[in-house]
């Protein structure tokens, strides 16, 4: 079932690309915008006890703090061509800055998406970005690590990219990928991060969600807490696949330095509202389907196993999960940042493809 | 002098507010791009020492960091008119979201100028915002001080508003205004920040600074580092006021809770960088010209004081510095947030008109 479809979308695909000589040109012609802004959504708000005193203004008594919202960017078309908005969530120790202009400069899934006619909603989630304010303090350390990401984002074995990368060549695009992660301001916390989602879609109304990485997570959640999320995009999600109690599978061992993959597990009448909406899940290349000595490639089989996992379990409970291991459509060398890869046009237009072939356009 | 030209000053404004009528009109016009983006700026790379070993990957040896740059969004109108770009620089506590939508949703400055035909940069300055990634650690503390912020940003005295308040009223303005503010990552260094600034510069050519409130100090440490900044337009600038060796003001004295303002020394060829551009200086009302037993007054009254003493002291070697207390020129109301309350179109075509006497649309 799950082949034939693979088959199917692999043709649609196929069909698309040649529709879409004219895509370079209209890059390249004015952006035409009905509005744009930004505002913050979600959170909470803390109190210290007592009463303030103009005259003490520097104690915290009675003063408050609002923190633990999103931050969010959003522009919409002149002339929307679809339903449904956008709204996309970025992965672990990134912003917004995940779907905007890619490393070398060329134009990211927002503005990809802004030109094929969708309102487009960027988050920065609480406690990262522009959202900061937390209502939890944290330590942020300093310490050098991106060799360490460069081969968790499967960018290659350092210092040497996959000969397949579709990652932007030079130390340019290197260096703004690299300065494009940037710290909690307080601990991580999936549910703050859903409820501000989920706030989110209760102010622009129905949508889709797209997320990526440790973005899945909150975005599984975000569907089970608000109706409004009408679909979910998932670019490579790394955690917090949610499982109905009884049904929760082991935890998957593997020589990743983050360890074994232990899914979550809710209760099934949570469980089941993901039923209820199409769900992609797209993987890029570089995850072996057998255990690696690559930590860093079994580090990728072990969430693509459990994905597949997960979307056999909603898929028997009635769901329409659909699991893409690029590679196996004909699309190679994608790194863990597919949206953002020399070709995230191509992406686009197979999201696109997608979207128009579960009438969610 | 200075009183002439202020009073010129206020007959441009009176003579542009007749020519604006149009301009509500335009806001509910398409906003047409020709290019917008976002890239990291400046910053450095730290080290650790030692060789990377894929093996262990989370030991620090050999791996780098990068860190201290600033996050840049831009916005390029599909006809610019003006001949130099703006660039906002954001304040204490602060993200570039100081610049765009209002807290009650009204166009910030940077929509107002693009639909002036401006190219606009909105920045995050170094260990703020999504420029997050610090090479220097640092604690973030969720302390309650709101009603303190609400104070020294001159909305009023807790829980009352200036009666002719320029804020935007109700709750929901308010919950907006205070999310806004997102903590440092990393110390604050007006040197780094500058840096930052200064190679913005260098990649976009010349253009028109506009700082806001602590942005100020590394807003003429800028101009000092890199003479593609043309102008500079601050808005309430509130620390780092350099004067040259040997004609360095005594600290000015204040009830504020950050104590007396205390200007900066630098040698005086740095100085005469300063006095080669136009430079205007805005500050709001509530700003006594007399020590007030109000704090919050009386911190902004110090400010007024040193901005207006730099000024002189900048002018006396040649320059061209104005300081603008907007209610003297019949204004009122105005917070520390000049550039975002509700007669924050007002205070735009103030700016435009101040920019095209100057030659420097």
């Given at each position: 079932?799950?082949?034939?479809?693979?088959?199917?979308?692999g043709l649609l695909i196929a069909i698309a690309m040649g529709a879409c000589a004219t895509r370079e040109k209209n890059d390249n012609e004015?952006?035409?915008?009905?509005?744009?802004?930004?505002?913050?959504?979600?959170?909470?708000?803390?109190?210290?006890?007592?009463?303030?005193?103009?005259?003490?203004?520097?104690?915290?008594?009675?003063?408050?703090?609002?923190?633990?919202?999103?931050?969010?960017?959003?522009?919409?078309?002149?002339?929307?061509r679809?339903?449904?908005?956008?709204?996309?969530?970025?992965?672990?120790?990134?912003?917004?800055?995940?779907?905007?202009?890619?490393?070398?400069?060329r134009p990211?899934?927002?503005e990809l998406f802004?030109r094929k006619g969708?309102?487009?909603?960027?988050?920065?989630?609480?406690?990262?970005?522009?959202?900061?304010?937390?209502?939890?303090?944290?330590?942020?350390?300093?310490?050098?690590?991106?060799?360490?990401?460069?081969?968790?984002?499967?960018?290659?074995?350092?210092?040497?990219?996959?000969?397949?990368?579709?990652?932007?060549?030079?130390?340019?695009?290197?260096?703004?990928?690299?300065?494009?992660?940037?710290?909690?301001?307080?601990?991580?916390?999936?549910?703050?991060?859903?409820?501000?989602?989920?706030?989110?879609?209760?102010?622009?109304?129905?949508?889709?969600?797209?997320?990526?990485?440790?973005?899945?997570?909150?975005?599984?959640?975000?569907?089970?807490?608000?109706?409004?999320?009408?679909?979910?995009?998932?670019?490579?999600?790394?955690?917090?696949?949610?499982?109905?109690?009884?049904?929760?599978?082991?935890?998957?061992?593997?020589?990743?330095?983050?360890?074994?993959?232990?899914?979550?597990?809710?209760?099934?009448?949570?469980?089941?509202?993901?039923?209820?909406?199409?769900?992609?899940?797209?993987?890029?290349?570089?995850?072996?389907?057998?255990?690696?000595?690559?930590?860093?490639?079994?580090?990728?089989?072990?969430?693509?196993?459990?994905?597949?996992?997960?979307?056999?379990?909603?898929?028997?409970?009635?769901?329409?999960?659909?699991?893409?291991?690029?590679?196996?459509?004909g699309i190679?060398?994608?790194?863990?940042?597919?949206?953002?890869?020399l070709n995230n046009s191509e992406i686009a237009d197979i999201l696109n493809n997608?979207?128009i072939?579960?009438?969610?356009?």
């Amino acid at each position: 079932m799950k082949k034939n479809g693979t088959l199917v979308f692999g043709l649609l695909i196929a069909i698309a690309m040649g529709a879409c000589a004219t895509r370079e040109k209209n890059d390249n012609e004015p952006l035409i915008l009905k509005e744009q802004g930004s505002f913050m959504i979600g959170g909470t708000v803390i109190q210290d006890s007592g009463v303030f005193n103009t005259n003490t203004p520097i104690s915290p008594q009675g003063q408050t703090l609002h923190g633990d919202h999103a931050y969010v960017f959003y522009q919409i078309p002149n002339a929307p061509r679809h339903k449904y908005p956008l709204v996309f969530l970025h992965g672990a120790g990134e912003s917004a800055k995940s779907w905007e202009t890619t490393p070398d400069g060329r134009p990211g899934f927002n503005e990809l998406f802004l030109r094929k006619g969708f309102p487009v909603y960027l988050v920065d989630q609480p406690r990262r970005g522009k959202a900061g304010k937390t209502t939890q303090g944290s330590t942020i350390q300093a310490i050098p690590d991106e060799q360490f990401w460069f081969e968790t984002f499967r960018l290659g074995i350092w210092p040497h990219y996959f000969s397949n990368s579709q990652f932007p060549k030079g130390e340019a695009a290197l260096n703004q990928f690299f300065r494009q992660m940037t710290p909690n301001t307080g601990p991580y916390d999936e549910k703050v991060i859903a409820e501000a989602m989920s706030a989110l879609f209760n102010k622009i109304g129905e949508g889709i969600l797209v997320t990526h990485s440790q973005g899945g997570g909150p975005g599984w959640r975000t569907r089970i807490l608000n109706n409004k999320v009408k679909a979910i995009v998932s670019y490579e999600p790394g955690s917090g696949f949610p499982f109905p109690y009884g049904k929760v599978p082991s935890p998957i061992p593997s020589i990743s330095p983050f360890g074994a993959l232990t899914p979550d597990s809710i209760p099934m009448n949570e469980f089941m509202e993901l039923t209820k909406i199409p769900i992609i899940i797209y993987y890029g290349d570089h995850i072996p389907l057998q255990p690696s000595k690559i930590w860093s490639e079994d580090h990728w089989r072990i969430r693509l196993e459990m994905a597949r996992m997960w979307a056999s379990e909603v898929n028997e409970q009635g769901g329409n999960v659909t699991v893409i291991h690029l590679p196996e459509i004909g699309i190679k060398g994608n790194t863990h940042f597919i949206f953002s890869d020399l070709n995230n046009s191509e992406i686009a237009d197979i999201l696109n493809n997608y979207l128009i072939s579960n009438n969610l356009l």
